[in-house]
């Protein structure tokens, strides 16, 4: 048999993206590309999962039945998301544990977004209209990437998240359209969340670190202040059915460009925020810490249950096997 | 009858008083109707045992939303959310049988819930909630199959719910089993939390005049069903079936009747605080 | 004993409606096959997506390698006779 050398495989990778057609996870790739995409996959899952600590921080609170259900269901759908989100980056040959290890020593990132409070319940309607927004922006390109499993987890994603933005648009209403004690809230709400929205796109493209890379690797399709502009299009007429001020002097229509133009972001914000200094990076790490390493009992508890009854006689062997690094569906790592 | 406790037995009538006599009250002073001006025109046996069952469910299912963010293994925030939801869909119908739910749900004071003391209880460690789940799931699941079979203002809601109350017990049982056959830790903490959560449960066996009356529960078969299943349950999981009291002469039918733990008011404090900040508002 | 206590790796397959062929959904980790059918009834048909699942330890899948695809899959290629269309029938030949 012929020998495979690494010029071929090279070129059969280049080919494959070029045509469109999906990497699979043990298909040979380049370790940049396989740990760009451990690095923005890992990301992407951290980011469910912090996500849902803001939101959390209402449901004890949700002021109607209906509400509260409402987002119960949207958190646990977070959770959902992070975890479709870790098992794509596990075919990669990364393990669930490992990614959450970085999580928590501050390692990988998760989006600065959720650095921010919620502070009053109008924040809940806010994030699903403005953060969920901007992640659906992100992610719906993404349903097209060249990497296999991440494609089909946002395919699932996006079909399940099309009801948070819409959960949070009609909460806004609700609010803006209630007593002025409510418009105040929501508008204060819309006030605070507006920018940092429009920071989840990244930076400016001439300073974004990764773009030009992951544009042609098609693991990114658009950039992001391309994604950004259809963001801000997309946003402002319908704040204008809610009856809420976007809170940017220089937001107006130009007919020439056909978009709107807006003022300035903050990116001194964006970068503090990023580097660890917003309101809620610590609260944050350290809630999750504790979660998990207070479920640290819990988890041993199953798994040596399982290894003294060994239930329907085929578990796959804790400890003697992780799984993720000999799992055939899944890749090996190179590195 | 001067001392505070004799007070509070005064406003609770006791083992042998009906649960339907015990009044459903809203706040006052919050500019919205009474919950009992919005009740249907149903005996005031069945409401209360509306109330109960309602209460139940919307109590254990705020306290398992406490959860969101906090359990201990990602596949558990999945898991323990979906019985929050199950929950919560039960008592939105119920209360709707009784008045509107959120003005039930909101504007009631402590004294007007009629749940059980074991849902209201806080989470505690895993153990605890999971202890929790399996008694009261265990005492749902029996009820609710008693509910479904016979014929009363309760059968179409328990023919839904049932099949989600089996879920929420073997969900139960499945960890019951491995944190008291896990490891030596999970063990001694499991069984600290059957313990100590035991007292609370000769309170699920106190009839419902509402459920006895029109669906004609047999409240010491109940037991006797419960009993046994916890029994297997528990000593399936290598754990000791307490021997304590499951219930003082106090507590015997406590919250049943509106006498409620400490940990309660806090839980209705936080829970109904916004909705009571914006008086007529919708949401 | 204590080297490792992350729950292993579990495929799960779902079946959407009767009929149909269970289909691969995603993974997901759980301590043992009982509780992997739990967590992908709740992670995976919550949705009301499924009827029916399987669970597979992901270590127990053997899987062709991409490096024999060659060998694997191209030998099918020049077997047209296998496919009806390859066959010429005269017109207005019925049920055939």
Known sequence: METVTAQDRTTAFDAAVAA??????????????????????????????????????????????????????????????????????????????????????????????????????????????????????????????????????????????SFHQRQGYESLLALSRGTPEQHEMAQDAVNRWWWPSLMMFGPPDDESAHSAQSMAWKIKRHSNDELRQRFVDICVPQAETLGLTLPDPELKWNEDRGHHDFGPIDWTEFREVLKGNGPCNEQRITQRKRAHDEGAWVREAAAAYAAKHDTARHTAQAGAAPAAATAPLHGEATA | MTAPTGTDRTAAPGTAAPVAAAPVTAATGTGRPEATSATTGTDPATTAAALALGDDALVLS??????????????????????????????RILLSQVGDEDELAYLREERAFRNLQLVEQPNGDFAHTIARQLYFSTYQAFLYAELARTEGPFTALAAKAVKEVDYHRDHAEQWTLRLGDGTAESHTRMQRAVDALWRYTGEMFQPVDGLTTTHGINWPALQGSWDQSIGETLRGATLTLPETPRSGAWAA????????????????????HLHRSHPGATW | M?????????????????????????SLHAPDAEMALRNARDLYTRRNEGVSLWVVPSAAITASSPDEKDSFFEPAGDKPYRHPTFYEIPEGVKHL
């Open chain 2, 62 to 91: 705020h306290r398992l939303g406490e959860w969101a963010g906090h359990a201990p293994v990602l596949e558990e925030e999945v898991a323990l959310a979906n019985i929050a939801l199950d929950l919560l869909g039960q008592a």
């Open chain 1, 20 to 161: 469109d057609e999906r990497i699979e996870p043990r298909d040979w790739m380049p370790d940049a590309y396989r740990a760009t995409l451990v690095r923005q996959i890992a990301q992407h899952a951290h980011s469910e999962i912090i996500g849902m600590q803001p939101e959390a921080n209402w449901i004890t609170r949700a002021p109607s039945l209906r509400r509260k259900a409402i987002l119960i269901a949207k958190v646990q759908d977070e959770a959902g998301h992070g975890l479709y989100l870790y098992s794509a980056a596990e075919t990669l040959g990364t393990g669930r544990d490992e990614l959450l290890d970085k999580l928590h020593s501050g390692r990988q990132k998760y989006s600065s977004i959720f650095n921010y409070p919620t502070l009053t319940w109008a924040d809940v309607g806010a994030i699903g209209w403005l953060v969920d927004g901007a992640a659906i922006t992100n992610q719906v390109p993404l349903c097209r990437c060249s990497y296999g499993p991440y494609a089909r987890a946002m395919v699932r994603i996006c079909k399940e998240e």
């Open chain 2, 253 to 272: 039918g406590a919250g049943r009747q509106g006498l409620h733990t400490e940990p309660f008011g806090r839980m209705l404090a936080e829970m109904q």
């Open chain 3, 2 to 26: 204590t080297e490792s206590t992350d729950w292993p790796l579990w495929e799960v397959f779902v079946r959407s409606r009767r009929g149909l062929s269970h289909t691969h959904a995603g």
